[in-house]
C-alpha cells in the first residue's frame, strides 16, 4: 500500500520581494519584458524554487510529525480513565411502545450500572468516587449493546477495579446480576417484563469480562502485529507476542519470528520477518497482504446482506461498494506498509540486535539546527 499524496496549498505572499542577484527575479523580470532568460539562470530559478518547496515539506513534516505525537498521547491518556465491560445479557424492548421502550432501557442501564458499583464497592472505592463515573451502553436507539463503557475520574480508580478482578476471576464475584428498585432479583418472568424479550438460549448467570480500553492509536499500531499473529498461527509456528515491543518470538527458542516497525515521521510500518523462522516466506507475505486488506475492507466480516444492498449476489457485484466516496484505504490506516524478510540464518542474534540499533539511533537522532 502506499499513501495517497498529500495536498499542499502555498500561500503567496503579496509583499515585493527585494532583488538579491541569487534569486528567480531576473527570470521573471525578462519573461515580464519579453525577453529570454538564459539557460542557467532558468536552471538556478528552478533550483532555488526547489529547494523552497522541499524546506516547506520538511517543515510540515515535522509539524505533522508533533501533532501526530501529541494526539497519541491525549487518545492514551483519555484510554487510562476508561473500562470496557463486556458480556452483558442482552435483552430487545417493546418496540411497539416507545414509552415502555425507554423504561426498559432505562431499566437496563440502572441495573448495569448498579452491578458496576457494587463491584467498585468490593474494591474498595468510596462511593464518593464511583458516583462521579459516567456510562456510556449505547450504540444503537432500540437496544443495548453487549458492551458498556465506564469513564473514571482518575486512572488510578480503574487500576484498583482491576486489581480487584485478577484476583477474583473465575470465583463467582463477576457473575452478572439483575437488579430492580435497587434489588437483585432472580425471576426471569419479573426481568423480562421489566428489561424486554431475552434474547439468549440459556439464563444461566455469566462472569462478565472488565478490561482496560485500548486507544485508537495503540490499536492501529497493534493491527499489523495482530495479523502477523493470526497468520503465523495458520503457519503451525508456536509463538510468544510482545505488545510493548511490537514482536513475535519463536516460543522454544525465543529467537525472532518478525517486527513491526514504526516511523511515524515518514508514514511508513516495516514488517521485518525471520528467513530462518519462517518456514515459507512467500505463503507468508501473500497471506499477510490479504489478511491485511480483508481486515481494513471488511472483507473477512461482511457476511450480512446489510442496510440497502441487495440480496442478490451477481447484482452485489457488479455495484459500488457502499463506502467507496469517504473512506478509502489511507483513511482506515494512516501509513504505508512494506514487508523486509531478514536474512538470519546464520548470525540471528547479531541481525536483528543490529536492526534495533539502527532503530534507536534513528530514533535519536539530533535535533537539527539550521544556521544561516
Not at 305 to 332: F, L, V, Y
Request: glycine residues 6%.
Amino acid at each position: 500500500m502506499s499513501p495517497a499524496a498529500p495536498f499542499i496549498f502555498v500561500e503567496m505572499s503579496t509583499r515585493p520581494r527585494e532583488t538579491t542577484g541569487n534569486t528567480p527575479e531576473p527570470v521573471t523580470r525578462k519573461l515580464r519584458f519579453g525577453e529570454k532568460p538564459t539557460k542557467e539562470e532558468t536552471e538556478d530559478a528552478q533550483m532555488i524554487e526547489a529547494h523552497d518547496v522541499l524546506t516547506e515539506l520538511q517543515s510540515l513534516r515535522i509539524q505533522t510529525s508533533f501533532l501526530l505525537a501529541q494526539h497519541a498521547d491525549h487518545l492514551r491518556e483519555k484510554a487510562r480513565k476508561e473500562i470496557v465491560i463486556g458480556g452483558w445479557s442482552t435483552f430487545i424492548p417493546n418496540k411497539e411502545d416507545t414509552e415502555k421502550q425507554g423504561e426498559q432501557l432505562e431499566a437496563q442501564s440502572v441495573s448495569r450500572e448498579r452491578w458496576i458499583k457494587e463491584i467498585a464497592k468490593k474494591a474498595g472505592l468510596p462511593s464518593g468516587y464511583y458516583k462521579e463515573w459516567s456510562f456510556s451502553h449505547q450504540t444503537r436507539g432500540d437496544s443495548l449493546s453487549p458492551i458498556t463503557v465506564v469513564t473514571v475520574t482518575q486512572p488510578w480508580q480503574r487500576n484498583k477495579l482491576f486489581d480487584f478482578t485478577k484476583k477474583n476471576g473465575n470465583t463467582g464475584k463477576l457473575q452478572e446480576k439483575f437488579f430492580i428498585n435497587e434489588k437483585e432479583v432472580t425471576d426471569w418472568n419479573l426481568i423480562e417484563k421489566e428489561f424486554g424479550n431475552y434474547q439468549e438460549p440459556a439464563s444461566n448467570a455469566k462472569e462478565l469480562k472488565i478490561q482496560p480500553q485500548i486507544s485508537l492509536w495503540d490499536r492501529i499500531t497493534g493491527l499489523p502485529l495482530k495479523i502477523g499473529m493470526a497468520i503465523t498461527e495458520e503457519s503451525q509456528v508456536p509463538f510468544k507476542h510482545s505488545w510493548r515491543d511490537l514482536t513475535l518470538t519463536h516460543k522454544d527458542t525465543n529467537e525472532y519470528l518478525l517486527w513491526t516497525h514504526f516511523a511515524p515521521d515518514k508514514g511508513i510500518i516495516t514488517l521485518y520477518l525471520s528467513v530462518k523462522n519462517i518456514p515459507d516466506i512467500q505463503a507468508f507475505v501473500t497471506s499477510y497482504e490479504h489478511k491485511f486488506n480483508d481486515t481494513l475492507n471488511g472483507g473477512s466480516k461482511a457476511k450480512g446482506k446489510g442496510k440497502g444492498r441487495s440480496s442478490n449476489p451477481s447484482q452485489e457485484a457488479e455495484s459500488m461498494p457502499w463506502n467507496h466516496t469517504s473512506h478509502g484505504r489511507e483513511c482506515k490506516f494512516p501509513f504505508a506498509l512494506q514487508i523486509k524478510p531478514v536474512e538470519d540464518t546464520i548470525n540471528h542474534w547479531d541481525v536483528w540486535k543490529s536492526l534495533w540499533t539502527e532503530a534507536i539511533r534513528t530514533a535519536t537522532l539530533p535535533f537539527t539546527v539550521n544556521v544561516f
